[in-house]
């Protein structure tokens, strides 16, 4: 089993309004994995990032790097650098000297700094700029400078907090795989922040769901997105069509009155739960051959696939689909036993 480089253990962080804003965290990160801290606004992956970093100090509990105790341990003392959504570049320094300002506060010598940021250049791909005004490059340059200049002093950690933020859609997820090459090539761990999920999708060796001050999830991308513990992980990551259901007994569930073999066991018998199918795994069939039956209301043709909306016994089906229905036609509606996800009742407070 991997040791964890990076470990938060019951972490909590209250704030002057009594609100708790972390409600005992408990995360291990491995060491040179691309960590991705994914939720809505107000959920406290910017707190986490923030006291990884030394910038808040958290009201209960303990950060450890690599074994060691860094609690109350300044930033400045921590071998991690940040990058926050805001470069804040030098504007009156050129591209190079931007690069190069940590290594001169550290006192590393001109041969070395040379050697150093010569190196950056080529790996953001701005060589030839090294003397290019800030003012003059592009938000995504200007975004490459300051990841540059975060990893030319060489820490174990990048925090990164929403940095892709400011950026246009084709410049975002260019610099999504960037980012993941860098990293990769680097060998340095990466902890990222975002709500975005299909940029925690693309760029993460892990993602870590976070709502309400807590962890819901932990996994892979892969397992995250096919394996939600919860309707609310569910329903965050990716589309769903999230039901009420029954769970009758170990491999039956009970959806609107018609029973359907699924994959799930242990639930009980006649246990409430959520139930979850993504759009992608409901079919579109003839209405004389499905148990669940009803009226096509809108067709969206979104480029890879037509997104349907179907209504039947109340509830809006979503379907994605590379075969397009017409609007107001019957369809019946059919899925496999393995992609009905069964998951307890989300708390209503989540």
């Keep these: 089993m991997d040791t964890a480089f990076i470990q938060l253990k019951n972490i909590t962080k209250t704030f002057e309004t009594d609100k708790g804003v972390l409600n005992g965290i408990d995360l291990d990160i491995l060491q040179k994995q691309f960590v991705t801290l994914l939720g809505p606004s107000g959920c406290g992956k910017t707190t986490t990032l923030r006291i990884i970093g030394g910038f808040e100090t958290p009201t209960k509990g303990k950060v450890y790097m690599n074994g060691k105790d860094i609690t109350n341990l300044p930033p400045y003392l921590r071998n991690v650098n940040t ?25 590393v010598s001109k041969e070395e700094i040379k050697t150093r940021v010569t190196g950056m250049l080529d790996m953001i791909n701005l060589s030839g700029r090294e003397k290019c005004s800030i003012n003059a490059l592009s938000g995504g340059q200007q975004q490459r400078v300051a990841i540059a200049r975060s990893l030319v002093t060489r820490p174990e950690v990048l925090l990164l907090d929403e940095p892709l933020g400011a950026l ?16 990769k090539k680097l060998g340095i761990t990466f902890v990222y922040v975002t709500h975005d999920q299909e940029e925690a999708l693309t760029m993460s060796d892990r993602i870590v769901v976070m709502n309400g001050g807590v962890i819901q999830q932990s996994g892979t991308p892969v397992d995250i997105y096919n394996e939600p513990v919860n309707a609310f992980v569910a329903d965050f990551i990716g589309e769903s069509n999230i039901m009420d259901g ?30 979850v199918i993504r759009p992608e ?24 696939h037509y997104e349907m909306t179907v209504r039947a016994d109340g ?27 069964i998951m307890y009742k989300t708390p209503k407070s989540l």
């Design 281 to 304: 795994d409901v079919r579109i069939v003839s209405s004389a051959d499905a148990k669940i039956c009803g009226v096509v209301e809108s067709v969206i043709f979104k480029g890879v």
């Design 168 to 183: 246009d859609l084709k410049l975002r997820k260019g610099m999504q795989l960037e980012l993941k090459n860098i990293q």
């Design 83 to 107: 990058v926050f959504q805001k470069y804040a570049l030098f504007p009156h320094l050129n591209v190079y000297e931007n690069i190069a300002f940590g290594l001169k506060i550290k006192g």
């Design 246 to 275: 029954i769970m009758t007994k170990d491999f039956e569930v009970e959806i609107f009155g018609k029973k359907f073999e699924c994959v799930d066991k242990d639930f009980g018998e006649n246990t409430p739960v959520d139930v």
């Design 315 to 341: 509830f809006n089906w979503l379907v994605h689909s590379t075969k397009a229905a017409e609007v107001g036609t019957k369809a019946g509606l059919e899925f496999d036993p393995y992609d009905i996800q």
